[in-house]
């Protein structure tokens, strides 16, 4: 209960945040971190029991009958998840106070990143597939309100823009995955689910539903080909990029694919799709981290490698891999965390952020070097880190893969490499050499600047300095329950001397080279138009095509359908019957049934006929309205004669008095219109020809099939029987008309005269 | 007795027509009058509802009319509708020198047929009932006379809902021809037992009438009316048709396609559900890309109408309350919307566009929340009433083996979240230009405030007997 109290006051905390704000202004960002510390210190203490195996798990049932309940399940994932969200939010919430200070929409800032705390953490903790869907659409939207923050920049608004498509439409085939699942398994609760592994790997759905489920994760969590909306969100304020797309939101798509690695991991497609996909990401990713000269990019690219370096791992899905994985996950958030809020506070003393441009900021910002040392350390895998930890157990995982181990160890070398050198362009180029920014004095920013990279340095130190403190049983916590059974991690920093270490020396090697050739390799990429190469064929293109295609598609509906032309209209609605009733008549009709009567007529009807089928043309092919309008009077006459021939001669006086009521009133009319002016082009003509020979032809189907079916009518027979002796007159239909309806004729006689009267005063109203 | 299903008709037909009489003779400059008046007459209408709401399945006429549970909900639906709707035009009729008697009668002429529709039994009374309604609604929608849009939208509607009347007429003929029948009780009895040789003509019929019945319901592909109309119209019109007119659109598609033709759902199952499969998609999708609140609104009526149409394929025992709970919640929704646009409607010509609404929620915080409310009913988000009718549905389409269909349901859903969402963001986020907004409408504040009581109420009333019962 304390759970879900706790996450709808932190929503109540996001919509009073702003009213806060202008409350305790300077102090705000201070005040407002102590909830999650509250978060982090709650969760803290759920440690114990469920480090002993004992997951919290809390549900109540609301819809039974539909399966809906609002469930919750903390285990070891969820609660690593959920202390790097508390932890680090906190840090960030009293950096943000600081970095954003003068930022007339702060208020708004705490909603937004307060709202996405409590999507976060709802993401990660609860146990029902549903709203791990709403949440997970809720990260995208607060990411999209906080990347957009300053929307009064085009950048940042198509940034935000494309960040909520990206991860919006990847978060539509998660749902659609997700549902299948549900069907697959029967039941929407994750922790049901999840001991249905087998059940759903054998299932029929499997396979559509993992694609789903994996355009998902690999959207949100910026994978190849989906990563570049990552790279250019970094137009949100800093302790977003810190705590969005580094430490947390990205990783939605990681804890996913860790939850449900019990359930959907383990078969061929898996190991193909998220292994491949990981891979991919992870080279990729740390190749481009060279490339650009803005702080905050770099750490965006390597944040895509290490983004893919994790799915990989938990594609492979061994408990090494899933050691290395959750070791790894840790080791990420606190150093890139801390990278970026520096980056930050960097860029809040200097005024820039391109690394060729800083350096030897060291000696007057003590504070801020020494965090970035701490964090760049973990992040080139050097020890005492956390950092070297995971790596040596990536490249542990990758040794002892099932298939091409040493394949494996060489990409994740050339990535570590790559990221050894990323580190130092980050974390040793701004603060070493010789001081490049002489303008103005400068000194390390106020404490709410440099607490957050301080701290998150530091414990990526400390953590693997005593590992038995926290760092151990959190991550044995996490692997027991990605794996789905108990197991033991112990971290050690030294692992004696194996084949891992010796990679380890490698890397270092070949990541000191890079980073010293960086300048050399950039030139050749720039001789290569690599650059161009990319904007051409990359996926962000696709993207840009995507949207223009979306814009066109808008248009050409406009244009096509909704054109506001009736014609148009009618069209659509006649070619939508022919192909109902005439798919149908098709089916269920052989022709041959009603064939035979066609050929059944008489010389003089076929003249008749004839005439007919000659005034229609005439009418269709004039261009004068008086003699199209006569030429429908001669088919009206045609109709009333063919009245006669079968002996219904008051019918065909009826039919007589109206075909010349209205082509008087037609005449009438058509003598006021001007002359037909702007005429239909061939193409329409015959599409129009075409139409209307179809919906001719069916309504000519239509009468056949009407005729051939016995009319068992119990009207007839009695007005024949009874006009006579009832009503006292030998013409049926008269009697019809005058006795037995009587009334209704009344009714219609009295509405013709109120039709008259109306047309009377309308007369009488154009005359004044 | 036999009278009593129609007692609602009755008494707004009635209603209207002494209306009609009183304009003749009333003061220059009374016409709020006629408003109360109108709003009275709705109010006997709602009032003989309840009473009926405790009687038994009712026949009457010749069994051509039928009052059950079903038709007490779309009743209560279309007199909600309708008094909502009276109570936001007033203002804006009189802001532009339109408002007269005239309007009112229409308005309850319409609603008469549409109660008919409610409790049609007989295919010649859905013919009737429809022809009822649309008549005068051709006319309320050419009412801004003389602007080119309104008479445009008029004469639109006038000309292919004549064509569509006359292709239901034909389906009935045909459906006459094959059968002999136009009860729709017999006719799903024939349809148990039926003669092989009349099979096709039923089979055609049926055809023709899910055309013209589509067509009124604004389902894809004959939805292309719909924004044209919608957006000449004038703005509380709008709001009536998009609420009221669904909803007998709906009643007219139970009636005939439950209680009729339900015995051979193998053959219609499959053009509905293609039908509500590219309604959904089509009218969230084109939502999308729209600018004025106003046809956003009509392509927002399209979509919806596609979730109905889901729901008549749904598994019986959840779908009958599922699509008459969707209705409610999807009408009280919608004319809420309406009655902010409405409020948002100056007195000289009015501005539907997205950027009419920018920073208006600031200035008036109380419209602002009641919009977003709407917004969130219509996309479906709890405690909404909106959810709740959502839920209902895809479970009743989900039971019934619908799998696909729900999922482009619940997909579209998603993707409609952010074209409401835009909306109450315009009003929340953006920069507030500096204006004023038209004198206060007591009327459209009154229906905006019951609108959202009702959202809420409903949907927390469902949240709290949805656990126990359903």
């Known amino acids: 209960m304390s759970l879900i109290l706790a996450l709808v006051l932190t929503f109540v905390l996001a919509a009073m945040a702003p009213r806060l704000h202008g409350l305790l202004r300077e102090a705000s960002g201070w005040v407002l971190a102590l909830w999650p510390l509250a978060w982090t210190i709650y969760l803290g203490g759920l440690t114990g029991r469920i480090t002993q195996g004992d997951p919290l798990y809390i549900r109540y049932p609301w819809m039974p009958q539909l399966g809906v309940s609002l469930s919750f399940y903390v285990d070891g994932l969820g609660l690593l998840f959920g202390l790097l969200i508390s932890g680090i939010g906190a840090l960030v919430l009293i950096y943000s106070g600081g970095y954003l200070k003068k930022h007339r929409h702060l208020g708004r800032f705490y909603l937004f990143i307060l709202s996405f705390m409590g999507s976060m953490l709802g993401l990660v903790l609860t146990g029902n597939l549903i709203a791990l869907f709403v949440f997970w659409e809720l990260t995208s939207l607060s990411s999209y309100f906080l990347i957009g923050f300053e929307h009064e920049r085009e950048e940042a608004r198509q940034a935000a823009l494309q960040a909520l498509l990206v991860t919006g439409i990847g978060g539509l085939a998660l749902l659609a995955g997700l549902l299948l699942l549900g069907e697959a398994g029967g039941t929407l609760e994750l922790t049901v689910l999840l001991e249905r592994g087998e059940a759903l790997r054998a299932s029929p759905y499997y396979l559509p539903a993992l694609i789903l489920i994996l355009v998902g994760a690999f959207t949100k969590s910026a994978q190849v080909p989906f990563h570049f909306w990552l790279p250019n969100a970094m137009e949100a304020p800093t302790p977003v990029s810190a705590y969005l797309h580094s430490a947390t939101m990205v990783k939605a798509g990681v804890y996913l694919l860790a939850r449900l690695s019990p359930a959907l991991g383990g078969t061929a497609a898996w190991q193909i799709g998220v292994t491949g996909g990981g891979l991919a990401t992870m080279v990729l990713g740390a190749i481009m981290a060279l490339g650009p000269s803005d702080l905050k990019r770099i750490l965006a690219y390597s944040t895509v490698s290490t983004l893919g370096a994790l799915t990989f791992l938990l594609g492979l899905g061994t408990p090494l891999a899933v050691k290395a994985a959750m070791t790894l996950l840790l080791a990420h958030a606190l150093y890139k965390g801390a990278l970026f809020l520096v980056a930050g506070a960097v860029d809040h003393e200097t005024g820039t952020r391109d690394v060729w441009k800083l350096g030897g900021l060291g000696p007057s910002m003590p504070i801020t070097a020494t965090a970035a040392g701490m964090a760049a350390l973990s992040m080139a895998g050097l020890p005492p880190s956390l950092g070297f930890i995971s790596k040596e157990l990536l490249y542990e995982a990758q040794l002892h893969a099932l298939h091409l181990p040493a394949l494996l160890a060489g990409a994740g070398v050339l990535a570590s490499a790559l990221l050894v050198a990323v580190a130092g362009v980050v974390g040793l180029r701004p603060f070493f050499g010789h001081p490049v920014h002489r303008t103005g004095h400068l000194h390390d920013p106020p404490p709410s600047l440099w607490l957050g990279p301080l701290l998150l340095g530091g414990a990526g130190i400390a953590l693997a300095i005593a590992p038995d403190m926290a760092a151990s049983p959190l991550t044995t916590a996490a692997v027991s329950a990605v794996l789905g059974k108990p197991t033991v991690v112990e971290l050690r920093l030294w692992h004696g001397l194996n084949p891992s270490l010796a990679l380890s020396a490698l890397t270092v090697l070949a990541g000191a080279g890079l980073y010293a050739a960086q300048p050399f390799l950039l030139d050749i990429a720039a001789r290569a138009r690599l650059k161009e190469w990319a904007a051409r064929w990359g996926p962000q293109r696709g993207y840009e095509r995507m949207l223009q295609g979306l814009n066109a598609l808008a248009t050409t509906q406009t244009r096509l359908l909704q054109s506001g032309f009736l014609r148009f209209y009618l069209m659509i609605i006649i070619l939508t019957t022919i192909a109902l009733v005439g798919s149908t008549i098709a089916i269920r009709e052989p022709l041959s049934r009603w064939m035979g009567r066609i050929v059944d007529a008489r010389p003089y009807e076929l003249m008749i006929v004839v005439l007919m089928g000659l005034a229609t043309l005439m009418a269709v092919l004039t261009s004068s309205r008086l003699a199209a309008v006569a030429a429908l009077g001669i088919v009206g006459y045609g109709v009333a004669l063919l009245y006669m021939l079968f002996g219904a001669p008051d019918l065909a006086m009826t039919q007589f008095a109206v075909e010349t009521l209205t082509v008087i009133l037609l005449v009438l009319v058509v003598y006021r219109l001007p002359r037909f002016t702007r005429l239909s082009g061939r193409p329409a003509r015959l599409r129009d020809a075409a139409l209307a020979l179809a919906a001719g032809g069916m309504m000519t189907a239509l009468m056949l099939m009407v005729l051939s079916a016995p009319l068992k009518s119990r009207l007839a027979p009695f007005f024949a029987a009874n006009s006579l002796t009832l009503a006292k007159g030998r013409n049926v239909v008269n009697v019809i008309l005058v006795d037995f309806r009587a009334l209704d004729t009344l009714g219609e006689i009295t509405v013709l005269a109120v039709a008259a009267i109306g047309v009377y005063a309308l007369l009488k109203l154009r005359m004044e | ?470």
Do not use: C
């Open chain 2, 1 to 470: 007795m036999a009278w009593l299903p129609l007692l609602p008709t009755l008494i707004l037909t009635a209603g209207a027509l002494l209306l009609l009489l009183a304009e003749a003779f009333r003061r220059p400059g009374s016409a709020a009058g006629m408003a109360w008046g109108a709003l009275w007459i709705t109010a006997l209408g709602t009032g003989a509802t309840g009473v009926l709401a405790t009687w038994g399945p009712l026949e009457g006429i010749y069994r051509m009319v039928l009052w059950d549970r079903g038709a007490f909900w779309l009743s209560l639906t279309i007199l909600v509708g309708t008094g909502i709707a009276i109570l936001f035009s007033q203002r804006y009729l009189a802001d532009r020198g339109i408002e007269r008697g005239e309007y009112y009668a229409f308005l309850l002429l319409a609603a008469g047929g549409m109660l008919l529709m409610a409790v049609a039994a007989d295919l010649l009374v859905v013919f009737l009932a429809l022809e009822w309604l649309s008549f005068p609604l051709y006319i309320l929608a050419g009412f801004a006379r003389p602007q080119p849009e309104s008479e445009e939208a008029a004469l639109k509607y006038f000309l292919l809902g004549a064509f569509a009347s006359a292709f239901l007429v034909f389906g009935i003929a045909l459906i006459f021809a094959g059968t002999g029948l136009t009860n729709l009780s017999d006719l799903a009895a024939w349809l148990r037992r039926p003669d092989p040789g009349a099979q096709s003509l039923v089979w055609i019929g049926g055809a023709l009438l899910l055309v013209a019945l589509g067509f009124k319901a604004a389902a894809v592909p004959f939805h292309l009316w719909t924004p044209d109309v919608y957006e000449g119209a004038p703005t509380p019109i709008t709001g009536f048709m998009a609420a009221a007119t669904k909803t007998a659109a709906v009643a007219a598609l139970i009636r005939v396609f439950w209680t009729g033709l339900g015995p051979a759902m193998d053959l219609w199952a499959g053009p509905v559900a293609l039908m509500a499969a590219a309604t959904m998609l089509v009218g969230n999708g084109v939502a999308l890309l729209q600018s004025s609140f106003k046809r956003m609104m009509a392509y927002s009526s399209i979509a919806h109408a596609g979730y109905l149409l889901m729901g008549l394929l749904g598994e019986p025992s959840l779908a009958l309350p599922g699509v008459m709970f969707y209705l409610l919640a999807y009408s009280i929704a919608t004319l809420g919307a309406f009655a902010v646009a409405v409020r948002m409607a100056g007195p000289n010509g009015e501005d539907q566009s997205f950027g009419a609404y920018a920073g208006v929620a600031r200035g008036s915080p109380g419209m602002g929340a009641a919009m977003a409310l709407f917004m969130l009913s219509l996309i479906g988000v709890p405690p909404t009433a909106g959810f709740f009718a959502k839920l209902m549905l895809f479970a009743a389409a989900w039971q019934a083996g619908w799998i696909a269909l729900v999922l482009i349901g619940v997909i579209t859903t998603v993707i409609s979240a952010y074209f409401y969402l835009r909306v109450v963001v315009a009003m929340w986020m953006d920069r507030p230009e500096p204006r004023h907004l038209p004198r206060p409408d007591p009327g459209a504040r009154l229906s905006m405030a019951l609108s959202a009581f009702a959202t809420l109420f409903l949907g927390v009333l469902w949240l709290m007997l949805g656990g126990l019962s359903l």
